[in-house]
Each structure stands twice: as C-alpha cells, then as structure tokens.
C-alpha cells in the first residue's frame, strides 16, 4: 500500500512539475517587433521634435547588444545642409524601455508610459516579469 501511495504521489508531482513548465513557456512574452520599436521612439521624441519636417527613424542592430534596437532620429531633406540629427535612441526589444543612445538617460513621459503599458500588455509581459526582465541601457 505503501508502494502505490509513494508511486501515485510521485506521479502527481511530475505531472504538476510538467503542467507548471508548460505554463511558464506558454507565458513567456514575445519580443517587440519593429513597427512596436518604431512607435515607442517616436512617442519618447518631444512634441517639437515630432513635428520636425521630413523626421525619419533609422534602425540597426548589434550584435554586441542583441536585445536592443538603434534608432538615428534625423529631420530634413535627405543629402542637404538643412536638418541634422535630432536624437539617438536605443529600444529594449523584450521590455519596451527606451534610453538615449549617447547618455544613460531613460526617456520618460505620460505618454511614452502609456505607450509602453499597452505594448507590455499585448506581447504578454506582465509586471512581474517586466521588474525580472528589466536592464540598464546599452550605454549605462
């Protein structure tokens, strides 16, 4: 008797071990995708930089900082004397955080937050997660 009560119990255990990491995987956010990234850099511009003639967001990667996005914030006509860089911008691609990419400075504004609140709620991030995944900038 004894046997089969210690067998059934582990039996249970493994299936509630099983059912939990399906869980936890089944719960893990995805990362941003580029359109999202492009959204939270502009929004994190400030009203007069946005409304910049011919404002344009240019994006790279590195393979130093895989999880990041580079955004050169540049205004004007392309090839001209007029217009020059506004910002440079780094995105996290799995919190939506954004930092200056020169200064270890995080961008901040109710709208920008707002911005992010949605983001975080629709690729799955909880709060929870978001404090555990959370990261100083690329340039902190």
């Not at 936890?24 to 003639?53: D, G, I």
Request: proline fraction near 6%; aromatic fraction near 4%.
């Amino acid at each position: 008797m004894k046997m089969k009560i210690c067998t059934s119990l582990t039996l249970v255990i493994s299936l509630v071990l099983l059912l939990s990491a399906r869980a936890e995987s089944a719960a893990k956010p995805r990362k941003l995708t580029l359109n999202e990234v492009r959204q939270l850099a502009r929004t994190a511009l400030t009203e007069r930089a946005r409304r910049l003639p011919g404002l344009d967001l240019e994006d790279h990667k590195s393979p130093n900082f895989p999880d990041f996005y580079f955004l050169i914030v540049t205004w004007g006509p392309p090839r001209s004397e007029q217009g020059g860089t506004v910002e440079q911008l780094a995105v996290d691609a799995t919190t939506g955080d954004v930092w200056s990419g020169v200064v270890c400075r995080e961008m901040r504004s109710p709208a920008l937050l707002k911005l992010q609140k949605s983001i975080r709620n629709r690729i799955g991030l909880t709060e929870r997660n978001y404090r555990r995944l959370r990261k100083k900038g690329p340039m902190c």
